[in-house]
DNA sequence: TCGTGTGATGTTACTTTATAACATAAAGCT
DNA sequence: AGCTTTATGTTATAAAGTAACATCACACGA
């Protein structure tokens, strides 16, 4: 385990907390291309999928784009609510739920490993008011 | 609303219904192929997204891959359980655990519109046995 | 300390997935 | 029928992701 990538996960991790909503893998590509001209696709797929392992990024499956964990640290299945207008995504965690989704398909002898749980909407901020966020 | 897109709409859903999996949208471009050559990516999209609005065929998110509705005709959120050894998607209706899911984002103020509920692991034969399906 | 092996990381080139923009054609209306 | 509207098909290209291999940092023994 060495620590060569570790400086371009923290530098992607950043950028991805910085950023306002989900980034596409292609977003964090161009946006470390201003300090890091050379940079290529694997090394950022790389970085996001080491950082996707440790837990501290998650991939939104259905934006086909990444988030900053926002529940920082510990491994966890996690709700995420898209909002379709502004483009936030937020990390909720339901342990429960995600026990009683667990619970559903293992009456069918199925064992589940990973799950994806996200609820594409309007936000609060979008469904109250024109801002536009 | 026309019918000139129905032929093509319904030989797609014959071919996902025949496929034993999920099928990537170019996995159905090359089926087609055979009997259309000079069938174009487009038209693949256009017809799997009028199937996806009809709610005959859904995405696959964390796949990027369709299946046809195995619970046919409704419109319904439904639980995908994904199995990563054989590839077999199987449909769950679970209205209540969508329903549960609903209330706990509207906790938050958000308007719930699509669920993306999707369980990947291991299907009860390839945990059971060595046969890979 | 220095060579050497090991495994993560970076690079090149490419594949797969998806869509913008425009051309075409079908159905409805008068 | 001729015109309007809107879905559909085509061309071309963009976006997303990865295989295969080269490279380099670190660990370990001599």
Known sequence: MTKRGEK???EILGL?????GAQSAY?????LRVTHPKIA???VYNALS???KAGRVHRVESLKAYIA????GAHHASVLSICD???TVEEHLAPQLVKTL???VEETGFRPQRHVIEVHGTCSECEAGTDGH
């Open 50 to 52: 080491a950082l996707t």
């Open 8 to 10: 371009m996960q923290a």
């Open 85 to 87: 207008a502004c483009g």
């Open 69 to 72: 964990c926002q529940c920082d």
């Open 41 to 43: 696709p694997p090394t």
């Open 102 to 104: 667990s619970g559903f």
């Open 16 to 20: 991805l907390r910085a950023a306002g």
């Open 27 to 31: 977003d964090v590509l161009y946006a």
